[in-house]
């Protein structure tokens, strides 16, 4: 068994071929088409000169495995080779057919991604929302039109109100362009999967690169200090959902750690030198490291519940936090990530270097504690902007009272 490209030799220069598996069975030769095409001089025993090299060399290897495990099976039986059953099996035309057949894949796959317990959520949330669009729900519904009709679809949604909200005529919130983009960076990422193990010829996404964008990162939110000084004020009373959110968000506020790594918390990961409580660990979703040191208020919160952080649901701490954000007189929306963008910036707006706290928040890539930077030297451009129009105003009136004195 091998691997050959378009064995009719019927493929022009310069054009894109099949690639095949090439099976010898009692010197006759049978031929199955792996649905994978390339340039001539892009087949060397494997591909190469292509951008998606890679993943067409994982999906080449599966294929030539799952043949060799139908020729192994057989032969353990005694049965005959029978390519045309091969090619049944491999493809397993009536799967790919089949309504639902991709959700049913995707539902099954997700326990097996290896993913934190917040992101296997934000995968379910993924397979609901392809639930309740219906228009891709099968491997043949995987096509460029449905993805943008999934992406119209997405924008028009509203998120869930509480009944406060509702009561009080808040108007819906739409899901916002980074929102939207997760969505399609959680679907690319699953396609990507199930083209490399043959399921499907090819990722409609690589035909839309760049076309579903992130969103505009310059409008990180945060909460200044003052800000983050009246969600300290508050005392909600103890053993409420709403206290339990405050102390969480406090910790976060300033530890910079994400929701999922508050719940993950183990102050015996952390040791005590010289009176202080510092660690180096692991972030949860991403495995980055990231350097700790538990500060005053920190402290505060731990030592109200055992040296513990809380422990609430991402969803009723996100509801809690609304209340929290009117109890305190906030407009900026809270929610569970502020308090880790708050945190970079208090540590950014009091000189702390950005290297330093690239390895606070644990980020990979210094660019991404960079757009914290590039937040704070906006509100700067606007300070400076507001002092700029007060200095207009002024010379103006000394203007107009200089022009009086004339007259």
Same mark, same amino acid.
């Given at each position: 068994?091998?691997?050959?490209?378009?064995?009719?030799?019927?493929?022009?220069? @310069?054009?894109?071929?099949?690639?095949?598996?090439?099976?010898?069975?009692?010197?006759?030769?049978?031929?199955?088409?792996?649905?994978?095409?390339?340039?001539?001089?892009?087949?060397?025993?494997?591909?190469?000169?292509?951008?998606?090299?890679? !993943?067409?060399?994982?999906?080449?290897?599966?294929?030539?495995?799952?043949?060799?495990?139908?020729?192994?099976?057989?032969?353990?039986?005694?049965?005959?080779?029978?390519?045309?059953?091969?090619?049944?099996?491999?493809?397993?035309?009536?799967?790919?057919?089949?309504?639902?057949?991709?959700?049913?894949?995707?539902?099954?796959?997700?326990?097996?991604?290896?993913? @934190?317990?917040?992101?296997?959520?934000?995968?379910?949330?993924?397979?609901?929302?392809?639930?309740?669009?219906?228009?891709?729900?099968?491997?043949?519904?995987?096509?460029?039109?449905?993805?943008?009709?999934?992406?119209?679809?997405?924008?028009?949604?509203?998120?869930?109100?509480?009944?406060?909200?509702?009561?009080?005529?808040?108007?819906?919130?739409?899901?916002?362009?980074? @929102?939207?983009?997760?969505?399609?960076?959680?679907?690319? !990422?699953?396609?990507?999967? !199930?083209?490399?193990?043959?399921?499907?010829?090819?990722?409609?996404?690589?035909?839309?690169?760049?076309?579903?964008?992130?969103?505009?990162?310059?409008?990180?939110?945060?909460?200044?200090?003052?800000?983050?000084?009246?969600?300290?004020?508050?005392?909600?009373?103890?053993?409420?959902?709403?206290?339990?959110?405050?102390?969480?968000?406090?910790?976060?506020?300033?530890?910079?750690?994400?929701?999922?790594?508050?719940?993950?918390?183990?102050?015996?990961?952390?040791?005590?030198?010289?009176?202080?409580?510092?660690?180096? @660990?692991?972030?949860?979703?991403?495995?980055?490291?990231?350097?700790?040191?538990?500060?005053?208020?920190?402290?505060?919160?731990?030592?109200?519940?055992?040296?513990?952080?809380?422990?609430?649901?991402?969803?009723?701490?996100?509801?809690?936090?609304?209340?929290?954000?009117?109890?305190?007189?906030?407009?900026?929306?809270?929610?569970?990530?502020?308090?880790?963008?708050?945190?970079?910036?208090?540590?950014?707006?009091?000189?702390?270097?950005?290297?330093?706290?690239?390895?606070?928040?644990?980020?990979?890539?210094?660019?991404?504690?960079?757009?914290?930077?590039?937040?704070?030297?906006?509100?700067?451009?606007?300070?400076?902007?507001?002092?700029?129009?007060?200095?207009?105003?002024?010379?103006?009136?000394?203007?107009?009272?200089?022009?009086?004195?004339?007259?």
């Amino acid at each position: 068994m091998s691997v050959m490209f378009d064995h009719r030799n019927r493929t022009e220069d @310069g054009k894109e071929g099949p690639l095949e598996v090439k099976i010898t069975v009692a010197r006759v030769r049978y031929y199955i088409n792996t649905n994978i095409r390339v340039r001539r001089r892009e087949w060397v025993g494997a591909v190469v000169n292509r951008p998606d090299a890679d !993943a067409l060399n994982d999906r080449l290897g599966y294929i030539v495995q799952r043949v060799r495990e139908e020729i192994t099976n057989l032969q353990k039986v005694g049965k005959e080779i029978d390519v045309q059953a091969i090619k049944d099996k491999l493809w397993e035309k009536e799967k790919k057919s089949e309504k639902g057949g991709l959700l049913k894949w995707i539902e099954d796959q997700i326990p097996m991604l290896g993913l @934190g317990e917040t992101t296997q959520v934000h995968y379910f949330t993924l397979l609901r929302r392809l639930n309740e669009f219906g228009k891709i729900a099968s491997w043949n519904d995987v096509t460029v039109e449905n993805i943008y009709a999934f992406d119209a679809w997405l924008h028009a949604l509203t998120k869930p109100q509480n009944m406060t909200d509702r009561l009080n005529g808040v108007e819906p919130e739409k899901i916002s362009d980074g @929102g939207v983009y997760n969505y399609h960076k959680r679907l690319k !990422a699953l396609l990507n999967r !199930a083209m490399k193990i043959g399921l499907i010829d090819s990722n409609p996404y690589e035909r839309l690169h760049g076309e579903f964008k992130r969103g505009d990162k310059r409008n990180t939110e945060y909460l200044t200090e003052e800000e983050m000084d009246a969600v300290m004020s508050l005392h909600p009373m103890e053993g409420t959902l709403m206290a339990a959110a405050r102390d969480l968000f406090v910790f976060q506020m300033f530890t910079g750690m994400a929701y999922s790594d508050t719940q993950k918390f183990d102050i015996r990961d952390y040791k005590k030198v010289n009176g202080k409580w510092i660690n180096t @660990g692991n972030r949860v979703k991403t495995g980055e490291a990231y350097i700790a040191h538990l500060l005053p208020p920190v402290i505060e919160v731990l030592e109200r519940y055992g040296m513990q952080t809380p422990k609430i649901n991402n969803a009723d701490y996100n509801h809690a936090l609304k209340a929290i954000q009117y109890a305190a007189g906030i407009t900026t929306r809270l929610h569970s990530h502020l308090g880790r963008h708050s945190f970079a910036t208090y540590m950014l707006s009091n000189d702390v270097p950005i290297q330093n706290v690239q390895q606070m928040l644990g980020h990979k890539d210094i660019r991404q504690t960079q757009r914290y930077a590039k937040v704070l030297a906006e509100d700067v451009h606007e300070n400076f902007d507001e002092i700029e129009e007060k200095m207009k105003k002024k010379l103006n009136t000394k203007v107009t009272r200089t022009e009086r004195k004339k007259q």
